[in-house]
Nanobody, 123 residues
Framework: QVQLVESGGGLVHPGGSLRLSCAAS????????MGWFRQAPGKEREFVAA????????DYVDSVKGRFTISRDNAKNTVDLQMNSLKPEDTAVYYC????????????????WGQGTQVIVSS
């Protein structure tokens, strides 16, 4: 069983930065694939970024490539999402997800989900 708690969301101006963090419970965090997803009002949940259990493999949706960076610290049981050059279209609730596997990227592949943290990009 894994429990996930996201933090770091908030209101930011376009062009600004935020760093989201996801804290995971459990002693075997290092063998879980992790991902970040987001859901804007009236839209389906979409993939943002994923990272393998080792941290060696990462992937991003095209719209955030070059702006967002996913990273993990297995010693601290955390996975972060550094978001730079934020745009109004990045506004959404951001969710952290975990699954006991090397790597996952599709929402249905993840067993555990956090409650989400709101990100609003607005002037």
């Amino acid at each position: 069983q894994v429990q996930l708690v996201e933090s770091g969301g908030g209101l930011v101006h376009p062009g600004g930065s935020l760093r989201l963090s996801c804290a995971a419970s459990g002693r075997t965090f290092s063998i879980y694939a992790m991902g970040w997803f987001r859901q804007a009002p009236g839209k389906e949940r979409e993939f943002v970024a994923a990272i393998s259990w080792s941290g060696r493999r990462t992937d991003y949706v095209d719209s955030v490539k070059g702006r967002f960076t996913i990273s993990r610290d297995n010693a601290k049981n955390t996975v972060d999402l550094q978001m730079n050059s934020l745009k109004p279209e990045d506004t959404a609730v951001y969710y952290c997800a975990a699954d006991r596997a090397d790597y996952r990227s599709r929402p249905y592949e993840f067993e555990y989900w956090g409650q989400g943290t709101q990100v609003i990009v607005s002037s």
